[in-house]
């Protein structure tokens, strides 16, 4: 990516390894939008539930030009399955890829309009 991406880390333990994911999955962003003014990802392990472990959360914060700002929030429990934050990385971001692709659309002017809905001439 060519903007620094900021990743900050609450209740966990910074890591290497998810740091080099976010960065991958940040950096799959610009074929879907070329002008992101800033990417900040906030990635936490609340403690306040402890049923079936705790449970993770990302959050990305994505702001575009022309005063558009996206943000993808995704939470999942760690109930078993495997590597439980990873999963959550990877849905918030296919979240944001979603939302890029609809602003791009929008800010294009690709998304169709049906006939009956214009104004009559």
């Known amino acids: 990516m060519q903007l620094p991406v900021k990743i900050t880390y ?3 333990e910074t890591s290497d390894q998810i740091d080099n994911l976010v960065l991958d999955y940040a950096a799959r962003l610009e074929r879907f939008c070329d002008h992101i003014n ?7 392990q609340t ?13 990305i914060d994505v702001t575009v030009s022309r005063g558009h700002e996206l943000v993808a ?13 990873n999963k959550v990385i990877h849905d918030a971001f296919k979240t944001m890829e979603r939302e890029l692709r609809r602003v ?7 998304v169709k309009t049906h006939a009956d809905s214009r104004s009559p001439k």
């Open 10 to 12: 609450r209740g966990l």
């Open 38 to 44: 800033r990417c900040d990802i906030a990635i936490e």
């Open 47 to 59: 403690n306040h539930t402890h049923q079936k472990g705790n449970p993770y959360r990302c959050r």
């Open 73 to 85: 929030d995704e939470r999942q429990m760690d109930n078993g399955t495997h590597k439980p934050l």
């Open 104 to 110: 791009v659309d929008k800010q294009r002017r690709d």
